[in-house]
Every structure is written in C-alpha cells, then in structure tokens.
C-alpha cells in the first residue's frame, strides 16, 4: 500500500512539472532561451512562431558602432523552449538595409528561406523581394519598443538566395537597392 502511495504522489509531482512547463509564457520562456546565448546587450525585436513548438526570434545585440541583427531558432519540447540553431550579421555602414540570407530547410518541414535586416532610413515604406523567376514579394515590416524597424521574409519554395532588396519610400522611390 505504501509503495502505490508512493508512485502515485511521484506521478503527481512529475505530471504537475510538466503542466507547470506547459503553461509558462511562451514568450518570457523563448526570451530566456534566446539570452542564455549571451551575447552583450541582447534584446528581443520579434518572435514569429512556425509550425508546431517552433519559432524564429528576430534580435539585436551589441553596442555601436558594432551592432548585431540576427535570428535565434527555438523549438519547445517537455522541458521548456531551447535554442536550436541561429544567425547574426553586423549592422551595415553603407547601406540603408541589412540584407542577411538564412536556409529554414533543416530546421523547418514547411518553410524554405528567411531574408532579414534592419532598417536604416526612416524614409523606408517598404521592402520588396524580387526572386529567382523574378516573383515580387513584400517583406513584413516590424518594430520594436523604441521604434526601430526591422524587416523580414519567410517562403514555402520560393528561392531567395539570388534576391534582389528592394527599399522604397512611400512614394515608390528607390532609397536602397542590393542585389544578389
């Protein structure tokens, strides 16, 4: 009688931790996944959640003149979110866009290519992408806390790494161009 006490107050405890870690923020919980990289000043701009207990957490790090932008992928399993795999690229001195290539193939079964960056140029509207066969897309624009803008595209097939960024202003003006 002891014993089955004993395995069903342990089944107990064990099951209420995992409900427990269940129920946790996801997004205080990936934050801690992303910063557990500790890179100097991180912080997060976005998280996009894909497919089923994964997502791409966009984030800055790094001081001026040597500021980050880059991607963190996370996927959540019994014990909480973990970082899986990532990437980051210095902020760009001559251009008014980052422009930074990520394959999702290997970590995603439905999405193929990720183009990101920061935007430099308050006069920047938006961000189109033409790929390979020449699609044009646009990209999602976001911002963070403060106000500063970022960029990013997410495809299922579409070929980006031959991209061309296109920046415009809101009245269709070229302010920025990077070819591939």
Sequence with gaps: MKIIIFYTIAILLIASYFL????????KE?????LSLHQPMAKIVHIEALENKKAIVFYEWGTAPDDYFG????????????????????????????????DLKRDFSNYT???????LDAEIADVLVNANGGKQISAKIISDINNDRYWFLITDGVTLMSSTVTARSQTGKIIDQIPR
């Design 71 to 102: 991607i963190a992928i996370v996927k959540k399993n019994l014990f909480g979110w973990h970082f899986m795999n990532g990437s980051t690229s210095l902020s760009p001195k001559k251009h008014k866009i980052g422009w930074t290539f990520f």
């Design 20 to 27: 427990n870690i269940g129920l946790k923020d996801n997004d």
């Design 30 to 34: 990936i934050e801690k996944a992303v």
């Design 113 to 119: 290519d990720l183009l990101y960056g920061k935007i």
